[in-house]
């Protein structure tokens, strides 16, 4: 049994930042890439940022130079750093893992955390 659990949302102005966690646990052999989606309301969920086990990243063009995407090998963890937000980065915030257990690979979705810019 696995779990992947975020955290960090919250409420803030344009122009602030806000940090998002996400730590999976459970039975796990191995993580390869972990990222952040989000989806508006109305619209599709999208990328956001994504890590691989080597550390590569990308990023949607959208947060290039504002959003940094980090993880913690060792916890099992991924973070998203969000500075200069602005109201259009209002989302729900999931986090994805590829996680190995049992021998067998695929993704696993956090229950998502909630972003809200004012202007």
């Known amino acids: 049994q696995v779990q992947v659990l975020e955290s960090g949302g919250g409420l803030v102005q344009a122009g602030g930042s806000l940090r998002l966690s996400c730590a999976a646990s459970g039975s796990i052999s191995s993580i390869n890439d972990m990222g952040w989606y989000r989806q508006a309301p109305g619209k599709q969920r999208e990328l956001v940022a994504r890590?691989?086990?080597?550390?590569?990243?990308n990023y949607a063009d959208s947060v290039k130079g504002r959003f940094t995407i980090s993880r913690d090998t060792a916890k099992n963890a991924v973070y998203l750093q969000m500075n200069r937000l602005k109201p259009e980065d209002t989302a729900v915030y999931y986090c994805?893992?590829?996680?190995?257990?049992?021998?067998?690979?695929?993704?696993?979705w956090g229950q998502g955390t909630q972003v809200t810019v004012s202007s």
């Open positions: 994805n893992a590829g996680i190995r257990r049992l021998g067998i690979s695929r993704a696993y």
């Open positions: 890590i691989d086990s080597g550390d590569s990243t």
